[in-house]
């Protein structure tokens, strides 16, 4: 049900890629307390975009989850932040976070809703 889309324009090798979809689900879990099964990551890789300006190294994030409480928010900011820098080298000040908590009867899957 978590679902992380990353998008960036840092040119990132295949490996680099899947290893940053990897960490990044498993963070998003870790932080939501919610099985790895249900969390998805997409990432869009080489967007043309700006931030301040300038087209230096920068990613939009976006995470929506059921029930995801804005008390959440600032530590599910930093780790994601951290991730970035980490697995990327884009610096968090270039990392904007959009957080949004979705009705648990508007998410579907598995031909249903949760």
Same mark, same amino acid.
């Given at each position: 049900?978590?679902?992380?889309?990353?998008?960036?324009?840092?040119?990132?090798?295949?490996?680099?890629?899947?290893?940053?979809?990897?960490?990044?689900?498993?963070?998003?879990?870790?932080?939501?307390?919610?099985?790895?099964?249900?969390?998805?990551?997409?990432?869009?890789?080489?967007?043309?975009?700006?931030?301040?300006? /300038?087209? =230096?190294?920068?990613?939009?994030? &976006?995470?929506?989850?059921?029930?995801? $409480? *804005? !008390?959440?928010?600032? %530590?599910? /900011?930093? =780790?994601?932040?951290?991730?970035? &820098?980490?697995?990327?080298?884009?610096? $968090? *000040? !270039?990392?904007?976070? %959009?957080? /949004?908590? =979705?009705?648990?009867?508007?998410?579907?899957?598995?031909?249903?809703?949760?």
């Amino acid at each position: 049900m978590p679902y992380l889309t990353i998008r960036t324009n840092a040119a990132l090798d295949r490996e680099s890629g899947e290893r940053l979809l990897q960490r990044a689900s498993a963070l998003v879990a870790e932080q939501l307390g919610k099985p790895e099964r249900y969390v998805m990551v997409s990432l869009e890789p080489v967007t043309a975009m700006l931030f301040a300006g /300038s087209d =230096a190294p920068l990613a939009y994030l &976006e995470l929506k989850s059921i029930g995801l $409480q *804005e !008390r959440q928010v600032p %530590e599910l /900011s930093a =780790a994601l932040c951290s991730l970035m &820098e980490r697995e990327t080298g884009i610096r $968090q *000040e !270039r990392v904007y976070i %959009e957080f /949004s908590s =979705a009705a648990r009867g508007m998410w579907g899957w598995n031909g249903a809703t949760f």
